[in-house]
């Protein structure tokens, strides 16, 4: 007899035997027993997942830093800690306009130095005098946390905390707490101070030493008068030690889950540092990580700077395996703290940009620092990078091309908490949309907060000339993963997960286009003749980090060029490697797939290969007369006291030509030569006077200048001497010196 299964339970039996892709218990650590494989460990890894305030803070993703206090008014990186409080001559503070910056950039929270090292509260706290309480800030009465916390409401921005365990006033006080040898006694927190009772009435007790009881009392401060905090960041620095005190992080860490329980703690268990300060992103960043002791009963973390944290060959040897995601984290500005808004230079909007793709889109949280001014506030340049790349990532990731598409539901519903599990061998994902477009980002989130992060490496195909193309291939994705690639028209993707941690489960998918800035083009030249050309490069010299930023952004660039004087178009010769260019014009532009850039071009001297100096009147110390025709601007040539100068050159061979062009060192104002002469020789013994010539402005303009001859002239000798130095200084320079040729 045929017996049939009632629809309810065909559909319970269905609805069982899907897989779900967990063979044992979550958790945020998941220790690895003695008798572990090495299958065993990643399978345990496959479930390690983020607790939920880890989860917010990776979805916080674009956060902001600002150091702030008597730095900015030294123009000191790091302080002595006996700087009178005085010196904070703050007369302004304009928190509206930090938070209303922040929210332009598309940041959803901010960390606030509340004390640097040097041991200032920025807050006015009851257990020292140090800080803003002794100021002239409103009379001792300012209280800049206060403000900002009321600003972060108003914009509705997350506040989170920094509070700096080093502390060196109370080392350098001669009555100072941190490491005075105080014996560990209990210690009721808060301690109780007359005339300044706390509206919350929690207190704690702990065994703890004077300078730990200092630290618990001014983190309930924070914790309790500031509204919701979600962030307390700890680092590690310490600037000098004293009486080899020790923190007693256990008591923090139980004071604060209970005061700020929506808190992660930054350089402990919860986030960790990304290993640079400089905005660098590893190629493959995972928050499954190894330990050797459990991060939950640990006390103090070491700096984790490896190339390599979490791969397989990473995780089998560890003890525990943890969930930690980083932060990476770097500064806007040259330096932490603001000094001025001439020398100190600011960060381009295509690196900031660049950096969100790179930290948020790599499976980190991106911490960018935003030092106020002296007037209290975001100066302009801060603030026009900040907005530019606020609108960029709203232009870019605010509208997903998937709209309207067929796939798997649950990777298309914005649903963070559904996902495609993919348990087949062939772990691959199509999506088909209405029509074609035009996309260069491709977006990847993986169901963490239930699955953890399993995919090791993944290729993204599309649908071109009635085929798959692949277009882009990365390796774990995580939290998030942003593909960039250069622009396609098409209507279908795959996604194909290559290697995996067990069977990946995908949350979201989404496509989107990036609007291609065509940059401005630079030249540079070898000293034997090979022409670069390439994007200009940003003046942005603290803490490089190596990354050819317009290439990562800008994947349609493209770069064509002419030598006969023409202007580039998009049929022009494409720029590919280094080429030889022995003189005359050169002119490029930047194209991309609708935009083309502004045309950049130079007129080139001879080759400088076979020159040699045949003598200089002076020579300062590093500023050889040789460093005058290297092809490099960034040396020169400088006499080392004042009187008639002079540089001579011997070309190699006899050469007729046009002019000479004069590029002026610009690291300052010095040795510029405003009038000279040229002469000529034919043994580089015997001179005579060719020409006299004359630049003016160099001071406020130190760019190259050109003087042409009144006529053509054959000569192997040459010689630059000075007779008027800008500003009336005494010595000359030259970065370089270039010889035109009659073409």
């Known amino acids: ?149 009321e600003s972060c409401e108003k914009y509705g921005l ?83 030690r004293k009486g080899g005190q020790a923190y007693d992080y256990m008591a923090w860490k139980e004071l604060i889950h209970k005061l700020a329980p929506e808190a992660v703690i930054f350089g402990r268990e919860d986030i960790r540092w990304c290993g640079n300060e400089a905005g660098q992103t590893r190629d493959t960043e995972w928050n499954v990580i190894p330990y050797q002791e459990d991060p939950n009963k640990m006390g103090r973390f070491g700096d984790l700077t490896a190339k390599s944290l979490g791969s397989r060959d990473d995780l089998v040897k560890g003890k525990f395996l943890h969930y930690q995601p980083a932060e990476t984290n770097t ?34 949280i991106f911490l960018l620092n935003i030092p106020p001014n002296r007037q209290g506030r975001f100066s302009d340049e801060d603030v026009q990078v900040l907005e530019e790349v606020g609108k960029r990532i709203e232009q ?76 882009a291939s990365a390796t774990n994705v995580g939290y998030k993963r942003i593909l960039r690639f250069p622009t396609v028209t098409t209507s279908k993707w795959r996604l194909r997960i290559l ?15 990036y609007k291609n800035r065509p940059p401005q083009l630079a030249f540079t030249r070898s000293i034997d003749g090979q022409l670069t050309i390439e994007p200009k490069k940003h003046d942005f010299g603290w803490k490089p980090h190596g990354e050819d930023i317009s290439k990562n ?31 005359g014009p050169v002119k490029a532009r930047s194209f991309t797939k609708d935009q083309l850039g502004s045309v950049a071009e130079k007129n080139f001297g001879i080759i400088k290969k076979d020159w040699k100096l045949v003598g200089t009147d002076q020579e300062a110390d590093g500023h050889a007369g040789t460093m005058a025709f290297d092809e490099k601007s960034k040396t020169y040539w400088q006499s080392s006291r ?27 104002a010095d040795g510029m030569i405003e009038e000279g002469l040229i002469k000529t020789s034919t043994d580089g013994k015997s001179w005579r006077t060719l020409e006299t010539f004359k630049f003016g402005n160099l001071i406020n303009d130190p760019t190259p200048r050109t003087h042409y001859f009144n006529a053509p002239v054959s000569a192997r000798f040459f010689r630059i001497e000075s007779r008027v130095i800008a500003g009336g200084n005494k010595t000359a320079a030259i970065a370089e010196i270039d010889f035109l040729k009659t073409e």
């Open 331 to 364: 500064s806007i500005r040259e330096g932490w703290f603001y000094r001025d808004d001439t020398k100190q230079k600011v960060r381009s909007a295509d690196d900031v940009f660049d950096m969100y793709e790179r930290s948020v889109g790599g499976n980190s």
């Open 1 to 149: 007899m045929k017996r049939t299964i009632p629809l309810f339970l065909l559909a319970l039996v269905i609805g069982c035997s899907k897989p779900s892709g967990l063979t044992m218990k979550t958790a945020s650590t998941i220790p690895i027993e003695t008798n572990d494989t090495k299958d065993s460990i990643i399978a345990k890894a496959a479930h390690v997942v983020p607790t939920p305030n880890q989860m917010d803070a990776l979805s916080d993703e674009f956060i902001a830093f600002i150091h702030f206090g008597p730095n900015t008014f030294t123009r000191m990186e790091w302080g002595n800690g006996m700087e009178d409080p005085k010196i904070f001559d703050l007369r302004e503070l304009d928190t509206d306009q930090w938070c209303k910056a922040m929210k332009a950039a598309g940041m959803t929270k901010v960390i606030f130095t509340a004390k640097h090292h040097a041991g200032f509260c920025l807050w006015q706290s009851r257990y020292t005098e140090h800080g803003i309480m002794s100021s002239p800030f409103k009379d001792g009465k300012g209280d800049v946390l206060k403000e900002l916390a």
């Open 642 to 668: 004042k009187g008639t100068h002079f540089l001579a050159i011997d070309l190699g061979q006899e050469q007729t030509l046009t002019g000479f062009v004069y590029t002026p060192q610009t690291a300052n």
């Open 396 to 471: 870019t990731y605010g509208t997903d091309l998937l709209k309207g598409a067929k796939g798997p539901a649950e990777v298309l519903d914005n649903d963070p908490n559904s996902y495609e599990l993919l348990a087949d061998d062939e772990k691959a994902i199509e999506i088909t949309m209405p029509s074609e477009v035009e996309a260069n980002r491709f977006v990847i989130q993986e169901a963490i907060a239930s699955h953890s992060e399993r995919i090791e490496k993944h290729a993204l195909d599309a649908w071109i000339d009635n085929q798959w193309q692949e277009v």
């Open 499 to 513: 290697e995996s941690r067990m069977a990946p489960a995908i949350a979201k998918i989404s496509v989107h286009y």
């Open 553 to 583: 952004i800008n994947s349609d660039l493209e770069i064509r060029y002419t030598l006969d004087g023409s202007e580039p178009t998009n049929t022009s010769k494409l720029y590919t490697a280094p080429f030889l260019h022995e003189s």
């Open 158 to 240: 997350k506040l989170g905390v920094y509070l700096s365990p080093a502390d060196l006033f109370q080392i350098e006080n001669p009555e100072g707490l941190y490491g005075n040898l105080s014996k560990k006694t209990e210690r009721v927190i808060p301690r109780p101070v007359e005339g300044r009772p706390f509206e919350n009435k929690t207190t704690f007790k702990f065994t703890v030493d004077d300078y730990n009881e200092y630290f618990l009392n001014q983190l309930f401060e924070l914790l309790t008068e500031y509204g919701p905090v979600h962030e307390v960041w700890f680092d590690g620095a310490h600037p000098k």
